[in-house]
């Protein structure tokens, strides 16, 4: 009787230490689970995000120019067209600017290439709020398309020096920044050795949306002296 | 007796189960656990380098020219210096050139900036493989640094065209990439509005890196013809 007496405790205590083993390992195994689970969903978006933010090369010249119709009227009906059909560097920079659907601002030294000026009157007249920031000297000089963007309305301020305004830079939907050592001129599509870098970064987005504010505030004319100077 | 022989099998089995379900549950946690590690490692470097890679612009003009002796000697003895000593864009571009351990790959349409061309040579005296690519016309420019860059002995490559090249980017180690609007000239130090975004995106660098050597063999003096055309 005693020996049963005291076997009967030594066997619960044994089966409440097994029974917390269990319950412990069975926690233990949900809670790293759960957490797994969850850092899972968290890398998710986050990689999607990255992949969003990879930049973009353009190197020009392009070989050819790009076709006006193939690009802005989805097809060409001329039998011998001598302009590009196939994507080229210019072709893809137009498709980029045409993504935006609120806001366009450009911030360019020099503007006469028709295609890239027809692509910011299109945003225009599409209702995106285009802004267009240039260098004095620059907006007369032959072919300059600016001429062209105060007639169909759109705005346009420019410095008042005799250095460059010298940025080529764009900015789309707050979101797309277009930069690099193009100006957008037919030279520099066909001729000159020239790069565009694409991207969402948004450290970079936000300093060059500031450097365009700063400025657009700057050459408001409404800002200007008597003597002209900003 | 019959009873008991049919007890044992049934412990038996009912003790089996048990233990392969303590044991699967027991392999599977140390699985899950091992993983979760795993992946925190590899993780830690990732977080490093996107760290590395957060790009950094900046933007022109300077108020004043950097004090070249505070550039390069790291201090000036002039008592009424009128350069700056405080950090200004060129300043901190010039560090991030000096940052160059192994090579120093220039691709700039016009440079007569001598601070900045002094810092190329300074590379190059301590080893830097340095490498210039610039446009023809602008060689002979005035203030032109590229026959000080000559005389040194840094390698120079240029075009032969009616067209530009019109790039205005560096690589520094094939690892960080200066690249934006900004010529290397005093102009463009004190008076133009200029940009200038220094990034390590692996993509970008690549890019640039391959524009480079495209354009170093192109350019290479044995492959021009008898009529200078490359």
């Known amino acids: 009787m005693a020996a049963r007496c005291l076997s009967v405790p030594s066997f619960e205590f044994s089966r409440i230490l097994r029974i917390s083993w269990i319950v412990g390992i069975l926690v233990h195994t949900t809670y790293v689970f759960i957490k797994s689970v969850k ?12 992949e969003q933010t990879a930049p973009q090369v353009l190197f020009f010249p392009d070989k050819l120019l790009a076709c006006r119709q193939f690009l802005f009227e989805g097809g060409c009906s001329r039998r011998h067209c001598q302009f590009a059909h196939e994507e080229t560097s210019l072709s893809k920079l137009i498709r980029v600017l045409l993504e935006a659907k609120q806001s366009l601002d450009v911030c360019v030294f020099t503007i006469n290439c028709r295609e890239l000026a027809d692509a910011v009157v299109q945003l225009h007249n599409d209702g995106v709020v285009v802004r267009v920031l240039t260098d004095d000297e620059q907006m007369g000089s032959t072919g300059s398309q600016i001429e062209k963007f105060r007639r169909e309305g759109i705005q346009v301020r420019h410095d008042l020096s005799s250095f460059f305004m010298h940025h080529k ?5 707050r979101k797309q920044l277009v930069n690099g050592s193009f100006n957008w001129t037919r030279q520099a599509v066909t001729g000159n050795r020239e790069n565009v870098v694409i991207t969402s970064d948004e450290g970079l987005v936000k300093a060059f949306s500031d450097e365009f504010q700063k400025l657009w505030e700057k050459y408001d004319p409404c800002r200007r002296t008597q003597s002209g100077v900003l």
Chains 1, 2 share one sequence.
């Open 169 to 173: 830079f764009a900015i789309i939907d």
């Open 39 to 50: 850092e899972s969903v968290k890398r998710a978006p986050q990689k999607e995000q990255n």
